[in-house]
């Protein structure tokens, strides 16, 4: 199936594309002169995501909301901050003339407060359900037939307008039954949830989602390198690996939410290594946009906080600053890499050597293999490996100091 060879670009498109934080006051939502057409502008960054070596195109919000995409109003119309249908219609049938997917982000979880069913709000004790105390996201009851329609009917409508895949956000927050019951049958479309911390592995058999986003392994990765403790890689490998007779899962070193990679790191030279095991692992892997020109930004917990991470960019790839192309090259060699070994989508990675600053990875698919040696130490490390799985033949490989270095059987 088609997601097994997905590689995702993942934008913002109320801040890629500069839009206004919040929707024009005093113009009625159907008012053309509400109508600004920025989704255009996606266009002329197909190609550069072609080039990247990524064959969809993951959107953030698009639908009509109050501010920030995640306070939706109506989920049938596009916000007018980016467009109308006809914008949207043309970029579906621009990215999909080149190949590229298209995927939604779908917020059925909570609305904004302007929604135009407050009788479908979830109650609590003390008023309104809200999402995580932010008082403008209403909850919506999923317990009501109303809104398990109404979700299902903006599935197959964009469904039928061309979206290839939906990420659900907040999707640890609906009951997983609740998805079971809504998705459309039609399993040509790629459905993945938000799912940050618990069972994933429990929550996609209950759900019948295709694939949930794996937070553990994101953490994992950063953290292993900024400690110095490939132990941590090591233990949620051992869990990735787990997930993958369920499902598999869709990975990533940063996304919409989080503190940008360049900034996460505490040594921006182990960036190089955080990609390379994004690459080597089982998923189907996303690459937040910015990040592949190390773009810099710190997520911070308060209004607004999330700006710096969801920035705007230039009209046009050719007007990118210089100092970011080479981590661009670094993605398109590793993605390269990805590309010429698609099996490992499905791999299982296990670990053949391991201190708390060196760690060799094998990535394996029936004769097939794809090792990773990653050296986080100041010095550098020889690694004493059987290279050969099916022989003798030893090979002691040397990795510099904060490099890394991938072998391969063919």
């Known amino acids: 199936m088609w997601p097994d060879h997905a590689i995702w670009w993942q934008l913002y498109p109320l801040g890629f594309t500069g839009a206004e934080p919040t929707n024009l006051p005093g113009v009625a939502p159907g008012d053309p002169q509400s109508v600004v057409h920025r989704l255009p502008q996606l266009e002329n960054w197909l190609d550069y995501a072609i080039n990247l070596g990524c064959s969809g195109l993951l959107l953030g919000p698009v639908f009509a909301s109050e501010t920030h995409g995640y306070d939706t109003i109506d989920h049938f119309r596009i916000d007018p901050r980016l467009g109308d249908d ?10 999909h003339a080149r190949g590229l997917r298209i995927a939604l982000d779908g917020v059925f979880n909570h609305v904004a407060r302007s929604f135009a069913h407050p009788e479908w709000f979830r109650r609590g004790a003390d008023g309104l359900a809200t999402f995580e105390g932010h008082e403008h996201l209403v909850a919506l009851d999923h317990d009501r037939p109303e809104v398990a329609q109404y979700v299902g009917d903006v599935l197959r409508f964009w469904n039928d307008r061309g979206v290839d895949a939906w990420r659900l956000d907040a999707a640890y927050a609906v009951p997983p039954e609740f998805w079971r019951d809504v998705l459309p049958r039609d399993r040509e479309v790629w459905y993945f949830g ?33 400690d110095r403790n490939f132990f941590e890689l090591s ?45 080597l692992v089982g998923g189907v892997p996303s690459v937040y946009a910015g990040d592949e020109q ?27 600053a210089p100092y970011g192309w080479p981590t661009y090259r670094l993605h398109q060699e590793l993605i390269g890499l ?14 053949e050597q391991l201190t708390n600053e060196t760690i060799a990875l094998r990535s394996t698919h029936g ?29 002691a490989p040397v990795v510099p100091a904060h490099g890394w270095k991938f072998l391969t059987s063919s």
């Not at 006809?86 to 990215?95: K, M, P, T, V």
């Not at 794996?214 to 390198?225: G, M, N, P, R």
């Not at 810099?296 to 990118?320: C, M, N, S, V």
Request: aromatic share 10%; proline share 4%; glycine share 6%.
């Open 235 to 279: 233990y949620a490998l051992g869990r990735h690996n787990a997930l993958l007779d369920t499902f598999v899962p869709q990975t990533f070193v940063g996304n919409h939410d989080v503190t940008r990679l360049a900034t996460r790191l505490d040594d921006e030279r182990h960036v190089g290594h955080a990609l390379a095991i994004l690459f």
């Open 86 to 95: 006809a914008d949207f219609d043309h970029l579906i049938a621009e990215a």
């Open 367 to 395: 004769d097939e293999w794809v090792l990773l040696l990653l050296n986080v130490s100041d010095r550098d490390q020889p690694f004493a490996l059987d290279r050969d799985q099916h022989s003798s033949r030893t090979e």
């Open 338 to 351: 990805r590309r010429r070994h698609p099996w490992l989508t499905r791999a299982r990675t296990t670990v």
């Open 194 to 226: 938000e799912v940050i911390h618990g069972d994933y592995a429990s929550y996609v058999e209950k759900s019948g989602l295709d694939s949930v986003t794996q937070y553990e392994l994101w953490k994992a990765i950063w953290s292993s390198l900024n």
């Open 294 to 320: 190390a773009y810099r930004g710190l997520k911070e917990d308060r209004a607004g906080g999330d700006d710096a991470i969801r920035p705007r960019f230039p009209d046009a790839p050719d007007e990118l």
